[in-house]
Nanobody
Framework: QVQLVESGGGLVQAGGSLRLSCAASGSIFGINAMGWYRQTPGKQRELVATIGSGDSTVYADSVKGRFTISRDNAKNTVYLQMNSLKPEDTAVYYC??????????????WGQGTQVTVSS
């Protein structure tokens, strides 16, 4: 069984920073892409940033220049450094990862989410 566990959310003032972490555990042969998504009440979950196995990255336009995604393959962990936070960044942030559970089989897994609240 594979689990993704996020941490690092919380309450911060506008202009502040937070660092989210997401650690994968369980029967893991390898991890392909990893990413962060966010969701606010009444809205669809949206992409924040993704990072491929070769460290290629993609960012939503709304976070470019403020957020940085990175990964530590030895720890099966993906990070999201969030700087210059704005009230509109307030959301539940979810980690998503494509994990090989066998040599030739991979699945997408989601974490449980962590709340980020930015006060004005």
């Amino acid at each position: 069984q594979v689990q993704l566990v996020e941490s690092g959310g919380g309450l911060v003032q506008a202009g502040g920073s937070l660092r989210l972490s997401c650690a994968a555990s369980g029967s893991i042969f390898g991890i392909n892409a990893m990413g962060w998504y966010r969701q606010t009440p009444g809205k669809q979950r949206e992409l924040v940033a993704t990072i491929g196995s070769g460290d290629s990255t993609v960012y939503a336009d709304s976070v470019k220049g403020r957020f940085t995604i990175s990964r530590d393959n030895a720890k099966n962990t993906v990070y999201l450094q969030m700087n210059s936070l704005k009230p509109e960044d307030t959301a539940v942030y979810y980690c998503k990862a494509n994990i090989k559970t066998m040599v030739t089989i991979s699945y997408w897994f989601w974490g449980q989410g962590t709340q980020v609240t930015v006060s004005s």
